[in-house]
């Protein structure tokens, strides 16, 4: 069973947006295993908190411009 966990910052992607990468990411991983891995392939989306990670040591906070539009 393909297993895929994406993280991202909480607000950045819209639900049309993850619904896609969903979609795309089981094709591509169905190219690799074939079709009979489609209905076991698991891609789980989370969503990070601002203030949950960081990056050279800076906490990030994901701007305003970055936020989806639902």
């Known amino acids: 069973m393909p297993f895929v966990n994406i993280k991202t910052p909480q607000g950045a ?4 947006q ?3 990468i969903i ?5 591509m991983l169905v190219e ?3 079709e009979a891995a489609r209905p076991h ?5 989370e969503e ?3 203030g949950g990670y960081g990056r050279a040591d800076e906490v990030f ?3 305003d411009e970055y936020r989806a539009k639902e």
Not at 13 to 16: I, P
Not at 23 to 27: E, G, M, N, Q, R
Request: hydrophobic share 40%.
């Open 13 to 16: 992607l819209s639900t049309a």
């Open 18 to 20: 993850k619904e896609e």
């Open 23 to 27: 979609h795309k990411t089981t094709d």
């Open 32 to 34: 690799y295993f074939s």
């Open 41 to 45: 392939t698991m891609v789980l989306i």
């Open 48 to 50: 990070v908190l601002d």
């Open 61 to 63: 906070i994901l701007p």
